[in-house]
């Protein structure tokens, strides 16, 4: 009955989320409270590394994109399920760090890491680097040649794939800040250069084609492009490249009418695709790694607010409005997300109250939803938001000042906070 299965409905007729009554969880942390269903990103992790036993012989990793959510407690998760952490940051690198992650795991992304970030990722001894362009190449080789290290690199590559997504997520293209096109020939060129470089191993190649994407063929077609490129590296320059990172994008459920494809749909393309090509091209199939973000935690997560007012426009509309927005969730007036709402204190009634659902920002475009049925609300009510465990808490923003919510981790039944919520005195720490 709710788009996720991290949500149920108890008996007394509450909304939950991994076993715990949201109602209760919004009374004990106040709102608004990003709740997120710890098994249900623990199962979501073990979608993927069994995958990976299954499809590829366990030859692979899947890096959590930890750009959906990053904060300490999320990074102990993925490392306990045995998951890699690709950051494209130093801040989510420091982050990953003090949470105690692996750096091993690690694989550090961003289409412009600073020599800082260059720096700190070198010295904490990262597995891999991300690399997206020459000038960058060159920063890190100078880097590692300062520290007497070698690191192990992976390229990034467009594989001019479209993923058939909104405009803004759609990151295959030629023409994209990320990477560089293989079309062009400048592919082939970073890799004469990466290998002249003596500070740097180049181990294999990486693409990304998009996100929320919902059928397997951009995958297949990706697959099929990058390993034909590889064996065109073999034969142009001997190098033999043993590793191919196929990014994230794997599409979750926010709306009843979104329909993914159960990931071993995915995987058992792409392992077919894989094997087929390495065949036909006489290559040896290289390790696997993915980078899902998304899929581990979108649908693990759920926002709750509560409605301060409820404004009826004579012939216009209606809106609910609660105590939260675009600071905590930019996503509608990013990109006109969707999301599944329900009133969490009334989930067993009827929806058929049709509502906007608003912030309390000063910006007409604070919405969270709109046109939307919900069951009649009121002053006090507790609205649950569903699906947002990814790129909400990671984008929030402090506009007018609002401090960012606090988050918990529920697993059976039992909440944990993960964040604390934040205070004035914390909006003033930086202030001189
Ligand atoms: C954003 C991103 C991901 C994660 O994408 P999802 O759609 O959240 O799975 C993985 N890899 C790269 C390089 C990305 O930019």
């Known amino acids: 009955m709710f788009v996720s299965d991290a949500c149920a409905l108890n008996d007394a007729g509450h909304l939950t989320v991994g076993g715990a009554d949201t109602v209760e ?30 499809y590829f012989h366990g030859n692979g990793l899947a890096y959590y994109a930890s750009k959906a959510l990053c904060c300490k407690a999320i990074c102990r998760v993925a490392a306990e399920e045995g998951m890699g952490l690709d950051v494209v940051s130093g801040g989510e690198l420091y982050t990953a760090l003090e949470a105690g992650f692996p750096p091993q795991r690690i694989a550090f992304h961003g289409n412009n890491k600073s020599e800082e970030e260059i720096f700190l990722g070198v010295e904490a001894g990262v597995g891999r680097f991300m690399v997206d362009n020459a000038d960058e190449l060159e920063a890190l080789d100078a880097c590692a040649a300062k520290l007497n ?26 023409d994209s800040k990320f990477g560089v096109a293989i079309q062009t020939g400048q592919a082939m060129e970073l890799i004469r250069l990466a290998l002249q470089k003596k500070h740097v191993q180049l181990t294999g190649l990486h693409c990304h084609i998009g996100s929320q994407i919902f059928s397997e063929e951009p995958f297949v077609l990706a697959t099929q492009v990058m390993i034909r490129f590889m064996a065109e590296v073999r034969a142009q320059t001997g190098l ?6 196929l990014g994230g994008g794997f599409g979750v459920r926010y709306v009843p009418a979104d329909d993914p494809k159960p990931l071993d749909v995915y995987m058992q393309a792409i392992s ?15 390790a696997l790694f993915f980078e899902p973000g998304r899929y581990i935690v979108a649908a693990a997560g759920v926002t709750l607010y509560k409605v301060g007012c409820v404004k009826e426009i004579p012939g216009y509309r209606s809106y609910t409005l609660v105590d939260g927005g675009m600071p905590d969730n930019p996503r509608y007036i990013l990109y006109g997300a969707e999301y599944d709402v329900t009133v969490a204190n009334k989930a067993s009634l009827p929806k058929n109250y049709l509502t906007t659902l608003a912030g309390k920002c000063c910006e007409s475009g604070d919405l969270i939803q709109e046109n939307i049925l919900l069951q009649k ?5 507790i609205v649950a938001v569903l699906t947002t465990g ?13 401090p960012n919510p606090a988050m918990v981790l529920v697993r059976n039944g039992e909440a944990k906070p993960a964040i604390r919520r934040e205070t004035y005195q914390d909006l003033l720490r930086n202030d001189l």
């Open 25 to 54: 969880l919004a009374e004990r942390f106040g709102t608004p409270l990003y709740v997120m269903d710890e098994e249900k990103i623990r199962r979501n992790c073990r979608d993927f590394t069994s995958a990976i036993n299954k």
């Open 149 to 174: 290290k070698t690191v192990c690199i992976h390229l990034r590559l467009s594989p001019g794939v479209d993923a058939h997504v909104h405009d803004f997520i759609k990151t295959g293209k030629i």
């Open 390 to 402: 990814a790129y909400n808490y990671s984008m929030a923003s402090h506009y007018n000042r609002l």
């Open 377 to 381: 609300p009121q002053r006090g009510d």
């Open 240 to 245: 033999l490249l043993q590793e191919l990172t």
């Open 272 to 286: 077919s695709a894989l094997e087929t090509t390495c065949s036909d091209t006489d290559l040896p199939v290289p």
